[in-house]
């Protein structure tokens, strides 16, 4: 049903934006998850709280997957299964800054076929369904076709520079750009802004299952750090890895990282 779900995320996105910008960013009630899981705000709960009521009552057969609630092994057995980020880059939203995103996606049997990226403090919101086209704004937007590496900008953090994570003992002469949300840099890879994205990090399925549809619909592909096809709804959420950009660049980065270097 991608054509009935993206409008039902598309207004999920934007009530999300109204609940989360009522809070007062650097001022909000803040806690640090356990393990180093990094911070969690009220804002991120109360988003999550409204995101769960309003969707799963539209849609009471999908399942639910979010960063900000318990983990519930029920939605594996879910044919469709909401991926939510109630706000990607917390840190963000608490310094008062206009990166952070919310991230919704429906999966049908593991591969995305809605998904939504909004920043509300910047008034984009990105949006694909399978098979459709990706859209900034009501804007058909496409991937770069950049395909050398020295003339590609691409979006990573400084971990990623790492001489042993290439095959060639150094890191690519690319250019290197950075923004702290994960979703974010995705639509800027669709977007055509940026020519790549990369994070050789374990990376949870709510930062990447949007974007990966809107970067795939804009052109592009979007696969882990060996080239592979992204699977959703994992009984362990994490990806190894991600690569996303135009294919020309995506397949450079692939053959240019070594397949056996650990992060």
């Not at 639910?64 to 109630?86: A, G, K, M, N, Q």
């Not at 290197?176 to 800027?188: D, E, F, K, Q, T």
């Amino acid at each position: 049903m991608p054509g009935a779900d993206l409008p039902l995320l598309i207004d999920a996105a934007r009530m999300a934006g109204r609940i989360a910008t009522s809070f007062s960013g650097a001022r909000a009630q803040r806690w640090d998850k356990p393990d180093g899981a990094g911070p969690v705000t009220e804002a991120d709960l109360a988003v999550d709280r409204a995101l769960h009521r309003t969707l799963t009552l539209a849609r009471p057969d999908y399942g639910w997957l979010s960063e900000e609630s318990e983990d519930d092994t029920e939605r594996l057995s879910r044919e469709h299964v909401f991926i939510i980020d109630p706000i990607d880059g917390t840190r963000s939203f608490t310094e008062g800054a206009n990166t952070w995103a919310h991230a919704l996606a429906v999966a049908e049997r593991g591969e995305i076929t809605a998904a939504v990226i909004y920043l509300p403090l910047r008034d984009l919101l990105y949006s694909a369904r399978r098979g459709g086209g990706a859209y900034l704004n009501g804007v058909r937007v496409h991937a770069s076709p950049v395909a050398a590496m020295e003339d590609a900008t691409i979006l990573a953090a400084k971990p990623a520079l790492a001489a042993s994570l290439w095959r060639a003992g150094a890191c690519p002469a690319f250019k290197r750009a950075y923004r702290p949300s994960l979703a974010y840099r995705l639509g800027l890879v669709a977007q055509g802004r940026f020519d790549a994205m990369l994070t050789l990090r374990p990376s949870w399925e709510w930062d990447i299952a949007a974007g990966a549809l809107i970067v795939a619909e804009a052109g592009g592909r979007c696969s882990d750090r060996h080239g592979r096809d992204l699977v959703f709804n994992n009984a362990d959420p994490r990806l190894d890895g991600v690569v996303a950009g135009g294919c020309p660049i995506h397949d450079a980065v692939i053959d240019a990282l070594d397949p056996v270097a650990t992060r």
